[in-house]
T-cell receptor, first 112, second 112 residues
Framework: NAGVTQTPKFQVLKTGQSMTLQCAQD?????MYWYRQDPGMGLRLIYY???????DKGEVPNGYNVSRLNKREFSLRLESAAPSQTSVYFC???????????FGDGTRLSIL | AQTVTQSQPEMSVQEAETVTLSCTYD???????LFWYKQPPSRQMILVIR??????QNATENRFSVNFQKAAKSFSLKISDSQLGDAAMYFC?????????FGAGTRLTVKP
């Protein structure tokens, strides 16, 4: 049982390049989330998808777009990467709202 | 907006001793969930313990227990009989529906 799988695990981009981070879960979960983790700030919610076909902004959505491709997959896109988007990105999912989130292993993204 | 505050950036404990990590949160909601997550150097986010706000009884999971004070909006984590493997970053988190907020984290060092 793979749980939540994120690809890639590491990526280096140049300023202005675009990039899509992929996330897939095999637990038949309804809700999926994207977070970023910066030093000294914990995790902050970028976007979430409460169910297939819906997406909503979180705490820090600027500079990002998301797509809930199907129930399993939720991607995060940086259209024009900026150094301020250098971070570790986590995807998470839950089946029902009172359950804890299952996290992927994270993607370390560096933008030069 | 809901906020989560962890006032101890770093803590240390002697192996086999007990340590308490502090967390306070700000909310106007009455129904919510609280979590403690552990993040070792591997970067994985591992659920330690969770508490439903409507439950008065404090949650326990083996050596981990919480002191949940709803009126004071306080949610501390107690680790008993500390082990070397407990060394990690610990994040307190608060969730209402799909809005999840994390504290900045406490780095726990365990001394042999």
């Amino acid at each position: 049982n793979a749980g939540v799988t994120q690809t890639p695990k590491f990526q280096v981009l140049k300023t202005g390049q675009s990039m899509t981070l992929q996330c897939a879960q095999d637990m038949n979960h309804n809700s999926m989330y994207w977070y970023r983790q910066d030093p000294g700030m914990g995790l902050r919610l970028i976007y979430y998808s409460a169910s297939e076909g819906t997406t909503d902004k979180g705490e820090v959505p600027n500079g990002y777009n998301v797509s809930r491709l199907n129930k399993r997959e939720f991607s995060l896109r940086l259209e024009s990467a900026a150094p301020s988007q250098t971070s570790v990105y986590f995807c998470a999912s839950i089946g029902v709202i009172y359950q804890p989130q299952h996290f992927g292993d994270g993607t370390r993204l560096s933008i030069l | 907006a809901q906020t989560v505050t962890q006032s101890q950036p770093e803590m240390s404990v002697q192996e086999a001793e007990t340590v308490t990590l502090s967390c306070t949160y700000d909310t106007s909601e009455s129904d919510y969930y609280l979590f403690w997550y552990k993040q070792p150097p591997s970067r994985q986010m591992i659920l330690v313990i969770r508490q439903e706000a409507y439950k008065q009884q404090n949650a326990t999971e083996n050596r981990f227990s919480v002191n949940f004070q709803k009126a004071a909006k306080s949610f501390s984590l107690k680790i008993s009989d500390s082990q070397l493997g407990d060394a990690a970053m610990y994040f307190c988190a608060y969730r209402v529906l799909n809005d999840m907020r994390f504290g900045a984290g406490t780095r726990l060092t365990v001394k042999p």
